[in-house]
Nanobody, 125 residues
Framework: VQLQACGGGLVQAEGSLRLSCATS????????VGWFRQAPGKEREFAAG????????SYEDSVKERFTISRDNAKNTVYLQMNSLKPEDTAVYYC???????????????????WGQGTQVTVSS
């Protein structure tokens, strides 16, 4: 599956952005989809994930209550709504998808074989 991520930008602290991850020529049915982020000089880390079929979600602790991952079946798109953004949320955000990711590994970037190109999110203080 080919993934296209978009929606990043520059926003002030406490602002909001919504990222989108869409497939090209395929469907997310049967996939687990994750949003990961990588700040300069840091390792890529998990932000949020969703099981397409059930809608079950998982979040990294630092984004709970601020970020919401969701899906639109008709548009084959996964969204990451990011509210109350902080400067430490600044990173390149990537979406990833894989049918073989088990739920316990939803936050492990090594489990995913399909990645989008990344979208830059910059939060100013």
């Amino acid at each position: 599956v080919q993934l296209q991520a978009c929606g990043g930008g520059l926003v002030q602290a406490e602002g909001s952005l919504r990222l989108s991850c869409a497939t090209s020529g395929d469907t997310f049915r049967g996939y687990n989809v994750g949003w990961f982020r990588q700040a300069p000089g840091k390792e890529r880390e998990f932000a949020a994930g969703i099981r397409w079929n059930s809608g079950h979600t998982s979040y990294e602790d630092s984004v709970k209550e601020r970020f919401t991952i969701s899906r639109d079946n008709a548009k084959n798109t996964v969204y990451l709504q990011m509210n109350s953004l902080k400067p430490e949320d600044t990173a390149v955000y990537y979406c990833a998808a894989d049918r073989s990711v088990i739920w316990s590994a939803i936050g492990d970037s090594r489990a995913y074989h399909n990645w989008g190109q990344g979208t830059q999110v910059t939060v100013s203080s």
